[in-house]
């Protein structure tokens, strides 16, 4: 954070330093009291200046905070990678169906749904039965 004497703290440097103050708490360097202590003052503060004492003597931290990433779909990315590459195949198959008609003036033998068909009832399959999702959850243990 770049600190300039006087120079206002805004709110996304208050939180900054809060946040900062709760990952000190999480990793034990501050009590709760202590915490509670802080976060007032730096809530309370006005310059940068007066937000870099409450870290004082606190070390630096150099990472930041992990942040756990959760994939709201339930579906694995083998199985969407596989249902883009089916829905790409299947409407180019449709699309060469539709210009062979086209040139011949009539509908002639719908063959992408042997395409289509049997392989969109084994993603369907698969992704219903959901042995591929749980194979990439991790097991909990005690």
């Known amino acids: 954070m770049d600190i300039t004497t006087g120079t206002r703290a805004s709110d996304a440097e208050r939180a900054q330093v809060a946040e900062l ?12 009291i ?3 202590e802080r976060l ?8 940068r200046e007066d937000l870099q004492q409450v870290l004082q003597d606190l070390p630096n931290l150099t990472k930041p905070a992990a942040t756990k990433s959760t994939s709201r779909t339930r579906f694995p990315i083998w199985q969407r990678i596989e249902g883009s590459a089916w829905l790409g195949v299947g409407l180019l198959c449709l699309f060469i169906w539709a210009v062979i008609s086209m040139a011949a003036g009539e509908f002639t033998y719908p063959w992408p749904i042997w395409v289509i068909g049997p392989w969109g009832a084994v993603l369907a399959f698969r992704a219903l039965m959901g042995w591929e999702s749980k194979a990439c959850t991790p097991h909990r243990t005690r």
Do not use: P, W
């Open 21 to 32: 103050l709760g990952r000190h708490m999480s990793d034990g360097r501050l009590d709760a």
């Open 34 to 36: 202590e915490y509670n």
């Open 40 to 47: 007032a003052q730096v809530y309370g503060t006005a310059t």
